[in-house]
């Protein structure tokens, strides 16, 4: 009987030896998995970002959150993304379309600092605020380096040259064909080829990887005049509630996530301009560069009419608030 004793004491001890081990053994994290969907399809350089961002996320949250690319614009329109985002079909998105959802983001492409510079001079805050007041929480830059080039079939060494042509258009470098006194011509994207072959336009303003993407080199043989737009519009943005739910280390590794992506994309950006004009030379594409103080003064002309286009949809009293805070 002693022994039964001793036996059951030294099991129970074993028991509870056994209860407190696993009850110390701390409960794994369970993922957060977010959904996110981008504007171009992954092979465009204009997404790089997204796999820099995924990766930094994942490692600054030692596992614990994952983004999720489930895919491009056939997974849903790359105009209707950020709609999709606000209702919470998507988590997040990488799209040009919240400038028709937060009229502040219209001015976003006439910045003339990097990301990096705009988180300093206070442009990224001041985005942040309002953004939030459309239900979107703004994280940063994910295409921004690649400035729109003025690509022609004219060998055209000033502005005046370019009169009369017809040009692609789109609202962000109408600017630019007013300027010259081109014609404005709706086509699609994926028949500016088409377009051009046939001579309905003779230029189309694109940002490089755009044009070697499409093979336009092979009908625009000129890149003339300044670059502008550097900055572009193509942004990160996440659903506020969303972002709101998460614990407050998870959102912040989201905030940190996206300012090391945009460090990281800087020297990449610049790599993928100078291989896009590689290739387009390659194609047969020249340079011509226009008389420093004709090039400067048409690229202050087209500034100066961006921002007065631009006020129209963001208001004054916020232009002033912003124009400071995007130059040097």
């Known amino acids: 009987m002693k022994n039964m004793r001793i036996f059951l004491l030294g099991l129970a001890v074993v028991v509870a030896s056994a209860l407190t081990a696993i009850i110390a053994i701390p409960a794994q994290a369970e993922t957060i998995t977010l959904r996110l969907a981008t504007y171009d399809p992954n092979t465009s350089t204009t997404v790089s970002g997204v796999p820099i961002f995924q990766k930094v996320v994942e490692e600054k949250s030692k596992g614990r959150l994952k983004i999720d690319w489930v895919g491009g614009p056939e997974v849903t329109g790359s105009k209707e993304q950020p709609a999709a985002v606000k209702r919470g079909v998507l988590d997040l998105s990488v799209a040009w ?5 937060v009229p502040a983001y219209n001015a976003a492409h006439l910045s003339l600092l990097n990301p990096l510079e705009e988180r300093k ?4 805050d001041l985005v942040v605020g309002e953004f939030e007041k459309k239900g979107f929480r ?22 005046a040259d370019l009169k009369g042509l017809g040009f692609r258009t789109s609202g962000i470098y109408e600017p630019i064909i007013d300027l010259v006194g081109g014609v404005k011509v709706r086509v699609s994207n994926t028949e500016v080829y088409t377009a051009l072959q046939q001579g309905l336009i003779q230029s189309r303003p694109a940002p490089m990887a755009t044009v070697v993407a499409f093979k336009l080199y092979e ?4 890149w003339v005049g300044p670059a502008f737009f550097p900055a572009g519009n193509t942004i990160l ?3 506020l509630r969303k972002f709101n739910s998460l614990p407050a280390d998870l959102q912040k590794v989201l905030v940190d996530a996206a300012e090391e992506t945009e460090r990281q994309l800087i020297p990449l950006k610049r ?5 896009a004009w590689r290739e387009a030379q390659t194609g047969g594409m020249k340079r011509i560069l226009w008389p420093k103080d ?3 003064r048409f690229f202050n002309d087209v500034m100066d009419l961006s921002w007065k286009r631009v006020k129209k949809r963001v208001g004054e009293d916020l232009i002033k608030k912003m124009r400071p805070l995007m130059v040097k």
Request: glycine share 6%.
């Open 219 to 222: 009908v625009l043989k000129y």
């Open 237 to 239: 943005a996440m659903n």
């Open 271 to 275: 790599r993928e301009l100078d291989e």
């Open 138 to 159: 703004y994280l940063g830059r994910m295409h921004f380096g690649s400035p729109f080039a003025i690509v022609t079939t004219r060998k055209a060494e000033k502005p």
């Open 97 to 101: 379309a919240y400038v028709l959802h």
């Open 294 to 296: 004709v090039s400067q």
């Open 121 to 124: 001079s206070g442009f990224y």
